[in-house]
């Protein structure tokens, strides 16, 4: 009768609850829907925000009309979020019979990002004032830029803090409780429950930080197939790593042998690693591009000569495959179709923008006045994103050393634990151990290891973040750290026997 009555109150539960989570859902999606529109729209504004100043910097540097600036932009492949802006003040000025200035400043004044409302309607007001926008434009492209380096800079310091953390989190811990366990006469298993639980509680608190800090117009964009191929390419590592850590608390689990698990945790990882490296690699082309763009903008503008022979000459400096970029390049001003066919392909936001405003700057006969303006604004923004790429660099290295050195003491610990463990078994006398506390088990180093394994590929997953805004960079960091790994402690298994 008290398992009816138990089984009937579950069901009864599960009802209410069905029940509850529908009216909510019902009375709360519309407000969480506009909540989450609201945020989207001030999200994509401020990402977009520094490179249409550059593009409206540019541009109005020479006799252009302003109105033909904002049929521009609202034509942008690359500045989609302020296409719709312009796109949406255009309705405006149509139903309300003002103008397109008029409509673009109301806009501007309910805008939900702040530096649309402070910078952007600033420049509005200019324009419909004076018709000069120039002046506006500088100042808010030097007080949004101050913005975005500052942002660049609080990266580059608290991600070190970050990946510090993290390293200490998901490496070094494990190795303390291998160091310890034993002589503090504790249950090395309880201990790795613990572990397991701080690290994964760790992983999404410090991803969630290292997040705020990533420019998102950064992030180098992957095509959905790629981005699958890398997603299961990293899940198994994960997942395996995982299940065989889970296998030593669970006994009756089947457990992977130390080769089995190497290979799982090792070979599906290439398929992915081609994949993100194809799209970074793209990126990296890109990069170069535009310190090539930038290098003929700043002796074309010194020297008067026509920017495009300029442009051909430095190119020719890194190789026939930036020749060949550079020409696809400046032939798609004349074609539409291959201008978009370009930026669309462009890795991210920050090269999109760059291509686009370098098009229309030859478009509109690159005077030496829109090369100064360009050059000055660019190349600043390239030094900031430099900065990055150097930082996530110097931390892969670091990564993968440590998972060297990491792999070489755990193998040298084991060593030594397992001829103590040996002195002590020999010290019985009569069934009764002289060390009555020590509780070295040399199958808990393997519960050791694989948790280090673990804690390998997660790690990677910051380095990722850093490396091109996704995690999925990492995994040529993960392969590396784990492959170091195993060999040192291969080699030195060889020397200790």
Do not use: W
């Amino acid at each position: 009768m008290f398992i009816v009555l138990f089984h009937g109150d579950v069901v009864l539960v599960f009802i209410l609850a069905i029940v509850g989570l529908s009216i909510i859902a019902i009375y709360g999606s519309s407000s969480i829907y506009i909540s989450f529109a609201i945020s989207s729209r001030k999200n994509a504004i401020n990402v977009e925000i520094p490179y249409f100043l550059t593009l409206v910097h540019a541009l109005s540097s020479t006799a252009i009309p302003f109105y033909e600036i904002l049929s521009i932009i609202e034509k942008s492949s690359a500045l989609k979020a302020f296409a719709r802006e312009i796109s949406l003040a255009k309705k405006i000025a149509t139903i309300k019979n003002i103008s397109l200035l008029t409509a673009l400043d109301i806009l501007c004044l309910y805008h939900p990002s702040e530096l649309m409302r402070e910078y952007v309607r600033r420049i509005m007001i200019a324009a419909s004032t004076t018709g000069d926008v120039r002046k506006a434009v500088e100042s808010a492209f030097e007080a949004v830029f101050n913005m975005f380096e500052s942002k660049i800079n609080r990266l580059v310091e608290r991600f070190t803090i970050v990946t510090g953390t993290a390293l200490f989190a998901f490496l070094f811990i494990p190795i303390i409780i291998a160091t310890l366990a034993p002589m503090m006469y504790a249950s090395i298993y309880y201990l790795a429950v613990l572990t397991l639980s701080f690290q994964m509680f760790a992983l999404f608190v410090l991803y969630a930080i290292a997040s705020s800090y990533f420019p998102s117009s950064l992030e180098i964009i992957l095509t959905p197939k790629a981005l699958l191929l890398c997603a299961l390419s990293l899940s198994i590592p994960l997942v395996a790593s995982l299940y065989n850590t889970v296998t030593y608390l669970a006994p009756l689990l089947p457990r992977l042998d130390v080769y089995s698990m190497y290979a799982i945790l090792l070979i599906p990882l290439v398929p992915g690693i081609l994949a993100a490296e194809k799209a970074y690699r793209r990126a990296i082309l890109y990069d170069k591009f535009m310190r090539v763009a930038t290098d003929a903008a700043s002796l074309a503008t010194a020297t008067g000569e026509n920017y495009l022979n300029v442009l051909d000459r430095t190119a020719a400096r890194y190789g026939k495959h930036m020749v060949r970029f550079t020409k696809r390049v400046y032939s798609s001003y004349t074609s539409e179709q291959l201008r978009k066919s370009l930026i669309y392909s462009a890795p991210s936001i920050f090269h999109a923008s760059f291509l686009e405003t370098l098009m229309y700057i030859l478009l509109y006969g690159s005077s030496p006045n829109m090369l100064k303006t360009f050059c000055s604004t660019y190349e600043r923004i390239i030094n900031a994103a430099a900065r990055v790429r150097s930082l996530a660099l110097s931390i892969e290295f670091m990564f993968i050393g440590l998972s060297a050195l990491i792999g070489g003491f755990l193998t040298y610990l084991d060593h030594i634990f397992r001829e103590i463990s040996q002195l002590v078994a020999g010290a019985l006398v009569g069934g009764a151990g002289l060390f009555p506390g020590y509780s070295y088990s040399p199958e808990a180093y393997g519960l050791l290891e694989s948790l280090t394994m673990l804690s390998l590929v997660l790690v990677s997953l910051f380095i990722g973040k850093v490396r091109g805004g996704k995690v999925v960079y990492g995994i040529r960091s993960g392969f590396a750290a784990l492959m170091l790994y195993i060999i040192v402690k291969m080699v030195l298994k060889l020397f200790l026997v």
